[in-house]
Structure formats: structure tokens, C-alpha cells
């Protein structure tokens, strides 16, 4: 019997997040950021000057990863990176003026990628569907 990936949660659920990716990557370049660093960007706006640690604590993703995508942002003049104050093993990261101008129309251009994807979905319909991913996130995140 073969295997029908239509039906496997995990198969949808990568072929959703490259979805995403694909819906944020022209509106995301145009803007001077890719994808990969939208949510370091997130989490940089709501709290400017966190630690690589505190970020990697929030985004749940691999040091490595998160060091080159660092790398990256540093290099386009999206952040700069600080000695910590109290411990010279860290650094502290904090958004450049080009980084902080930049959210209202990455938030914008977010918004119009999620529009996409939920193209002829009802709102009640966008909302469950919602509401199920954040389900089986908080799931995965037990394992």
C-alpha cells in the first residue's frame, strides 16, 4: 500500500510553512529582509536589546541557525551587536535605525502574505484554522 502524503500532518504542515515562506519572500526582499529573519525581527521589536541566548530562548531555533542569520542581519545594517555590560561573553542586539523603520510595512507585508494563503476562507474559517495550529504547535512542543 502506498504511502498518500496528502494525508500526513507533517507533510502539510512543511508544505504550509513553505507556503508562508514563499507568500513573504518577494514582499520580504523587496523590503531588504528574507523570511529567515522575520521572526528575529519580531521579537527585536517588541524587546530591543536581547541577548543571542534570550533570542534563541523565544525563537526555539538551532544556535547555528541563529548565528548566521545574525550574520546576515548584521551585514544588511538590519541590527548591531553591543558588548554585554556585565557578562564579555555576550553581546547585546539591538536594531539599527533601518531595522526599527522597517516594521510597519514588514508587518504589512506579513499581513498581506497571510492574506494569501487564506484566500476564500471565511473569517470563522481563518480563525479555526488558526486556532488548530496554534493546537498543534503547543503539542509539538511537548515532545
Do not use: C
Not at 521572526?39 to 526555539?60: A, I, M, N, Y
Not at 539591538?94 to 471565511?122: M, N, S
Request: charge should be neutral; proline fraction near 3%.
Amino acid at each position: 500500500m502506498a504511502y498518500d502524503r496528502s494525508h500526513s500532518a507533517t507533510y502539510l504542515a512543511g508544505q504550509l510553512a513553505k507556503g508562508f515562506a514563499r507568500s513573504l519572500q518577494r514582499r520580504a526582499t523587496a523590503l531588504g529582509f528574507s523570511p529567515g529573519q522575520f521572526p528575529v525581527l519580531l521579537e527585536l521589536w517588541q524587546e530591543d536589546g536581547l541577548t543571542q541566548k534570550q533570542l534563541l530562548d523565544r525563537l526555539e531555533v538551532e544556535q547555528a541557525t541563529l548565528a548566521n542569520t545574525l550574520a546576515r542581519m548584521e551585514r544588511d545594517g538590519l541590527i548591531r551587536r553591543n558588548p554585554h555590560p556585565q557578562d564579555r561573553r555576550s553581546q547585546i542586539i539591538l536594531l539599527t535605525e533601518l531595522g526599527r523603520d522597517l516594521e510597519p510595512r514588514a508587518v504589512v507585508a506579513a499581513t498581506e502574505a497571510d492574506a494569501v494563503l487564506f484566500d476564500g476562507f471565511r473569517q470563522f474559517e481563518r480563525e479555526l484554522m488558526m486556532e488548530y495550529m496554534r493546537m498543534v504547535i503547543e503539542n509539538a512542543r511537548k515532545l
